[in-house]
């Protein structure tokens, strides 16, 4: 009882906000209507821009996608790491685009092959910036002092004072009362130990601490192959890279590693690639007057190949083969690579050589590649990949087998696809790659061993996985439709092939499927969503309800076919502009809705969707499966989760892709027979059931029953039948007035409300634009047009509710269909009268008296008011008007429970040439008025 009072209450609720919308609609008529006038053109432009706004709904969405798609990109404070770094990679990509190759890089470019060789160590200047900035940091002991740098000295102890002191152009320092020290071309750690010295001799009990406070500046002069030759002012704790650094870096034409420093007439050399991690590293401090001479580069010599750092680099003097590998951060391979040098010979000729060993020398032009291990290496082991718990390579000679490889069938993960894995393996004759499938079952219990060959990779599959290949995404692509996920590699490599090829390759995928058009767009419903048999899912509509319904009542129909099959919604088309995600969000979300194994290897999708069986019917899961070979029917079933509990009788069909359709009795105790029918890639089998006992919904039984709540029906179950199990109606029942409503017929009547709106919109529009048109009349109408489309209907049926009336003519006895329900009021004592009359409400009910004077009681009819279009809207739905034009002489019966509704002179509408249309929705809706009104009033 707690359902059906939960269910009442939630009837009711609608029932009240539906009363209240219906009689929106019956005030509108009684308004008044001016006379006619001149129509106001801004009565146009608002008409216009509300039937512009329906009818270009569509446009205006794919308009506003389209601006959330143009978004600005966030500030830096607002980015993620993930995305300042994707920011990075763009830049990089874009510079990489624009890189102009020095002759140096081009001339090893062409002869090796290799389009991204790049000079060793120039970028070091990209970003780098010299100058002579604060100084900050500890400074050693080792600082050689000299005129112009300040030093801070603090006294502790008798004496508490501190203060600065510069040394003298004289190389002199003066503290305070301290003697002169002498300081220039001293370090900083003699100077600290003097001015102890004197601290001790003239300042008893006094300790002193020395530390640099200010740095000379020294100007250096920087020329040669660097970006910017000139005068620099640095500061003495600057180096050499520093100074270049302030000159814009090296060119690509200079050298790094042979710089000459000349100072008082002796020039040094220095490296720079031991700021980059080759040798070590000399920090040589700048003085004042020096001379920085980038020279030309020197020797040179590119590294390719199986290399850490593939480049070119400057060497200096002699050096071997390990040296330039070293170079480039050595080999991938620590053993096993093979080496080949291209060498410039005496005649100006490219000659190959294969040198003995790492020893051998290097010759400056040289190209040395680095080859990787043999090409038979890859052969002496497997791979093992997709749905296992320890991926990865193992040797050939230790997992002969695909059963070895893998382990017991224990040993696979809870979930993994048994019927077929796919092995990648080289065609000895071609070197193309194969695809081969394999059975694990047959495999792993060896009744069908499985042979691994050397560089063989072997794909396990999941259940996820195969469910990925029975997603509405996939089928939409294989039927020629746009990509909805486009963020899945895999699903943009096969529309690809499907556009490309044009074969019936993967039909198996959409042999279930309808394609009707719709809004111009190609809509997808599977075909087994009609309820055939037991065990199958969805509505018993029409194809043709199908291409009449609107585009997203059936992609939401779609999407609940998805969840009964076990997909989610996210196997459906979504806009992404209306969530917001982290990037962990989003990456987590891809590999979700894109399996990693399809993603990896994309091949694979299509491989799996050719080898596939087509499974249908009375089983848990309908949809594609991969199939390595002959497979049994028990196996596939298996796989589809198996049938379905509730099928009696189920009848297994096949129908092979070459010769006749079979049929199987499966009849009880003879389930042990599929274990012998054999199917193939591209047949077609189906679970074939009796129609299940019940209907898919209950019945809901409200008002004067002796056990009124929800019921179970069989299929064929009539009204009268059900109403007897609920031990027939009580004594107070009034079975005339009872209110019965469908589903299915709501539907209907809700789309011809809404067809109805958009038909008189369209015509109104038209009309506005005539000379001489009422514009109030106008405004009048499109409110009622308005309301129309805001009018939730009712669904009632007319039935014969009364027990003893269906056993005299059960022709008038309905069958019933799940979702019906049924509630029979008591015997009501009043009767409505509504519309254009002075005092609309209820009055009580009187045998015998007329509509004339139930109108009476309300106060008569408005001046206003049609008198020939009087409506009487009988307690159990039907409505008969009021035709005679003496109505008020009129001697209708009148039963309790009716409605009496007096509609307002349409005159004004006449001239719209729309007034027979708004009788016609004005008569369906009187019985819906009627009919909320009952269900309004049954918890009273």
């Given at each position: 009882?707690?359902?059906?009072?939960?269910?009442?209450s939630?009837?009711?609720?609608?029932?009240?906000?539906?009363?209240?919308?219906?009689?929106?609609?019956?005030?509108?008529?009684?308004l008044?209507?001016?006379?006619?006038?001149?129509?106001?053109?801004?009565?146009?432009?608002?008409?216009?821009?509300?039937?512009?706004?329906?009818?270009?709904?569509?446009?205006?969405?794919?308009?506003?996608?389209?601006?959330?798609?143009?978004?600005?990109?966030?500030?830096?404070?607002?980015?993620?790491?993930?995305?300042?770094?994707?920011?990075?990679?763009?830049?990089?990509?874009?510079?990489?685009s624009?890189?102009?190759?020095?002759?140096?890089?081009?001339?090893?470019?062409?002869?090796?092959?290799?389009?991204?060789?790049?000079?060793?160590?120039?970028?070091?200047?990209r970003?780098?910036?010299?100058?002579?900035?604060?100084?900050?940091?500890?400074?050693?002991?080792?600082?050689?002092?000299?005129?112009?740098?300040?030093?801070?000295?603090t006294?502790?102890?008798?004496?508490?004072?501190?203060?600065?002191?510069?040394?003298?152009?004289?190389?002199?320092?003066i503290?305070?009362?301290?003697?002169?020290i002498?300081?220039?071309?001293?370090?900083?750690?003699?100077?600290?130990?003097?001015?102890?010295?004197?601290?001790?001799?003239?300042?008893?009990?006094?300790?002193?601490?020395?530390?640099?406070?200010?740095?000379?500046?020294?100007?250096?002069?920087?020329?040669?192959?660097?970006?910017?030759?000139g005068?620099?002012?640095?500061?003495?704790?600057?180096?050499?890279?520093?100074?270049?650094?302030?000159?814009?870096?090296?060119?690509?034409?200079?050298?790094?590693?042979?710089?000459?420093?000349v100072?008082?007439?002796?020039?040094?050399?220095?490296?720079l690639?031991?700021?980059?991690?080759?040798?070590?590293?000399?920090?040589?401090?700048?003085?004042?007057?020096?001379?920085?001479?980038?020279?030309?580069?020197?020797?040179?010599?590119?590294?390719?190949?199986?290399?850490?750092?593939?480049?070119?680099?400057?060497?200096?003097?002699?050096?071997?083969?390990?040296?330039?590998?070293?170079?480039?951060?050595?080999?991938?391979?620590?053993?096993g690579?093979?080496?080949?040098?291209?060498?410039?010979?005496?005649?100006?000729?490219?000659?190959?050589?294969?040198?003995?060993?790492?020893a051998?020398?290097?010759?400056?032009?040289?190209?040395?590649?680095?080859?990787?291990?043999?090409?038979?290496?890859?052969?002496?082991?497997?791979?093992?990949?997709?749905?296992?718990?320890?991926?990865?390579?193992?040797?050939l000679?230790?997992?002969?087998?695909?059963?070895?490889?893998?382990?017991?069938?224990?040993?696979?993960?809870?979930?993994?696809?048994?019927?077929?894995?796919?092995?990648?393996r080289?065609?000895?004759?071609?070197?193309?790659?194969?695809?081969?499938?394999?059975d694990?079952?047959?495999?792993?219990?060896?009744?069908?061993?499985?042979?691994?060959?050397?560089?063989?990779?072997?794909?396990?599959?999941?259940?996820?996985?195969i469910?990925?290949?029975?997603?509405?995404?996939?089928?939409?692509?294989?039927?020629?439709?746009?990509?909805?996920?486009?963020?899945?590699?895999?699903?943009?490599?096969?529309q690809?092939?499907?556009?490309?090829?044009q074969?019936?390759?993967?039909?198996?995928?959409?042999r279930?499927?309808?394609?009707?058009?719709?809004?111009?767009?190609d809509?997808?419903?599977?075909?087994?969503?009609?309820l055939?048999?037991?065990?199958?899912?969805?509505?018993?509509?029409?194809?043709?309800?199908?291409?009449t319904?609107?585009l997203?009542?059936v992609?939401?129909?779609?999407?609940?076919?998805?969840?009964?099959?076990?997909?989610?919604?996210?196997?459906?088309?979504?806009?992404?502009?209306?969530?917001?995600?982290?990037?962990?969000?989003?990456?987590?979300?891809?590999?979700?809705?894109?399996?990693?194994?399809?993603?990896?290897?994309?091949?694979?999708?299509?491989v799996?969707?050719?080898?596939?069986?087509?499974?249908?019917?009375?089983?848990?899961?309908?949809?594609?499966?991969?199939?390595?070979?002959?497979?049994?029917?028990?196996?596939?079933?298996?796989?589809?989760?198996?049938?379905?509990?509730?099928?009696?009788?189920?009848?297994?069909?096949?129908?092979?892709?070459?010769?006749?359709?079979?049929?199987?009795?499966?009849?009880?105790?003879?389930?042990?027979?599929?274990a012998?029918?054999?199917?193939?890639?591209?047949?077609?089998?189906?679970?074939?059931?009796?129609?299940?006992a019940?209907?898919?919904g209950?019945?809901?039984l409200?008002?004067?029953?002796?056990?009124?709540?929800?019921?179970?029906?069989?299929?064929?179950?009539?009204?009268?039948?059900?109403?007897?199990?609920?031990?027939?109606?009580?004594?107070?029942?009034?079975?005339?007035?009872?209110?019965?409503?469908?589903?299915?017929?709501?539907?209907?009547?809700?789309?011809?409300?809404?067809r109805?709106?958009?038909?008189?919109?369209t015509?109104?529009?038209?009309?506005?634009?005539?000379e001489n048109?009422?514009?109030?009349?106008?405004?009048?109408?499109?409110?009622?047009?308005?309301?129309l489309?805001?009018?939730?209907?009712?669904?009632?049926?007319?039935?014969?509710?009364?027990?003893r009336?269906?056993?005299?003519?059960?022709?008038?006895?309905?069958?019933?269909?799940?979702?019906?329900?049924?509630?029979?009021?008591?015997?009501?004592?009043?009767?409505?009268?509504?519309?254009?009359?002075?005092?609309?409400?209820?009055?009580?009910?009187?045998?015998?008296?007329?509509?004339?004077?139930?109108?009476?009681?309300?106060?008569?009819?408005?001046?206003t008011?049609?008198?020939?279009?009087?409506?009487?809207?009988?307690?159990?739905?039907?409505?008969?008007?009021?035709?005679s034009?003496?109505?008020?002489?009129?001697?209708?019966?009148?039963?309790?429970?009716?409605?009496?509704?007096?509609?307002?002179?349409?005159?004004?509408?006449?001239?719209?040439?729309?007034?027979?249309?708004?009788?016609?929705?004005?008569?369906?809706?009187?019985?819906?008025?009627?009919?909320?009104?009952?269900?309004?009033?049954?918890?009273n």
């Open positions: 009882m707690a359902i059906v009072r939960a269910a009442s939630a009837i009711h609720a609608w029932a009240v906000g539906a009363v209240r919308r219906s009689l929106q609609l019956v005030l509108i008529l009684g008044a209507f001016p006379a006619a006038a001149q129509v106001d053109p801004r009565v146009i432009e608002q008409l216009q821009g509300r039937l512009q706004g329906t009818q270009d709904a569509g446009a205006q969405l794919d308009q506003a996608r389209e601006q959330n798609r143009r978004v600005t990109l966030p500030s830096n404070t607002d980015q993620t790491s993930e995305e300042r770094e994707l920011r990075r990679q763009q830049s990089r990509i874009q510079l990489n624009l890189y102009l190759p020095s002759p140096v890089e081009q001339q090893y470019r062409e002869r090796l092959g290799d389009p991204s060789l790049r000079q060793f160590g120039y970028d070091l200047f970003v780098s910036e010299g100058g002579s900035g604060p100084v900050t940091g500890e400074v050693s002991d080792g600082y050689v002092l000299g005129p112009g740098d300040e030093l801070v000295v006294f502790q102890g008798a004496t508490n004072n501190s203060q600065s002191a510069r040394v003298a152009r004289d190389g002199r320092l503290v305070g009362s301290l003697p002169p002498r300081a220039a071309g001293r370090t900083l750690g003699s100077v600290r130990t003097s001015l102890s010295q004197a601290t001790r001799q003239n300042l008893l009990g006094t300790d002193v601490f020395v530390s640099l406070g200010g740095v000379r500046s020294a100007t250096v002069l920087v020329g040669g192959e660097v970006e910017r030759p005068q620099y002012q640095v500061t003495a704790l600057s180096d050499v890279a520093n100074a270049i650094a302030l000159a814009g870096g090296v060119r690509k034409a200079g050298s790094l590693r042979n710089i000459r420093l100072r008082g007439g002796v020039t040094r050399t220095v490296d690639y031991g700021l980059l991690g080759i040798g070590t590293a000399s920090r040589i401090r700048v003085q004042d007057g020096d001379r920085i001479v980038v020279p030309v580069v020197g020797n040179t010599v590119a590294v390719t190949g199986s290399v850490a750092r593939p480049g070119i680099y400057e060497i200096q003097g002699s050096a071997s083969v390990s040296d330039v590998i070293a170079y480039a951060g050595g080999a991938l391979y620590p053993r690579y093979q080496i080949s040098i291209s060498r410039i010979g005496d005649d100006g000729r490219e000659i190959f050589v294969r040198p003995q060993g790492t051998a020398a290097i010759w400056s032009g040289d190209g040395v590649q680095v080859l990787s291990g043999s090409a038979g290496a890859a052969f002496d082991r497997v791979m093992l990949a997709g749905h296992v718990r320890n991926p990865g390579a193992r040797a000679a230790a997992v002969p087998t695909l059963a070895d490889l893998i382990g017991r069938p224990e040993d696979l993960q809870l979930g993994t696809y048994m019927p077929m894995a796919i092995i990648i080289r065609n000895a004759l071609t070197g193309m790659r194969t695809y081969e499938a394999a694990l079952r047959s495999a792993l219990d060896r009744s069908r061993p499985v042979a691994l060959r050397g560089d063989d990779r072997v794909y396990v599959f999941s259940a996820e996985d469910a990925f290949l029975n997603s509405s995404a996939t089928r939409q692509i294989i039927l020629g439709q746009d990509n909805p996920k486009p963020q899945c590699y895999a699903l943009e490599k096969l690809s092939l499907v556009a490309d090829t074969s019936p390759r993967f039909n198996v995928i959409t279930g499927t309808i394609t009707v058009e719709r809004e111009g767009r809509v997808a419903a599977s075909a087994g969503r009609a055939t048999g037991a065990g199958t899912s969805g509505s018993n509509e029409s194809l043709e309800a199908v291409r319904r609107p997203q009542d992609e939401r129909m779609e999407r609940v076919a998805a969840r009964t099959r076990g997909e989610s919604d996210r196997d459906q088309q979504y806009d992404r502009n209306e969530i917001e995600e982290s990037d962990a969000e989003k990456l987590a979300r891809k590999n979700r809705e894109c399996p990693a194994v399809f993603e990896d290897v994309p091949e694979l999708l299509p799996l969707i050719e080898h596939s069986v087509s499974v249908g019917g009375a089983v848990r899961r309908p949809g594609a499966y991969p199939v390595a070979g002959s497979i049994s029917a028990d196996a596939l079933v298996s796989a589809s989760d198996g049938v379905m509990a509730n099928v009696r009788g189920p009848v297994l069909d096949i129908t092979p892709a070459s010769g006749p359709f079979t049929r199987y009795e499966m009849a009880p105790g003879q389930e042990d027979r599929l012998n029918v054999l199917v193939s890639a591209g047949d077609d089998i189906r679970i074939t059931a009796n129609n299940a019940y209907e898919a209950a019945v809901l409200t008002g004067e029953f002796n056990s009124p709540g929800l019921y179970t029906i069989r299929k064929g179950e009539r009204l009268s039948e059900l109403i007897a199990r609920a031990g027939g109606l009580t004594d107070q029942a009034y079975p005339y007035g009872g209110v019965f409503t469908r589903r299915s017929v709501r539907e209907q009547q809700q789309d011809g409300f809404q109805t709106a958009r038909e008189l919109n015509s109104l529009l038209a009309l506005a634009a005539q048109v009422n514009g109030q009349s106008i405004i009048a109408a499109g409110d009622l047009i308005k309301t489309s805001e009018t939730e209907a009712v669904g009632r049926m007319v039935v014969e509710a009364d027990p009336v269906l056993a005299q003519r059960p022709d008038l006895d309905p069958i019933l269909d799940g979702g019906d329900t049924l509630h029979i009021p008591k015997k009501p004592t009043y009767v409505l009268a509504l519309g254009d009359v002075s005092n609309p409400g209820a009055v009580q009910f009187q045998p015998g008296k007329s509509v004339s004077e139930y109108v009476s009681e309300v106060g008569g009819t408005q001046s008011a049609d008198d020939g279009r009087v409506f009487l809207v009988l307690p159990n739905g039907s409505a008969q008007p009021v035709r034009s003496f109505w008020r002489r009129s001697n209708v019966v009148v039963p309790p429970g009716s409605t009496i509704i007096v509609p307002k002179n349409l005159q004004p509408l006449r001239t719209l040439g729309i007034v027979r249309d708004v009788a016609t929705i004005f008569g369906q809706l009187a019985t819906a008025v009627a009919s909320i009104a009952i269900l309004a009033d049954r918890n």
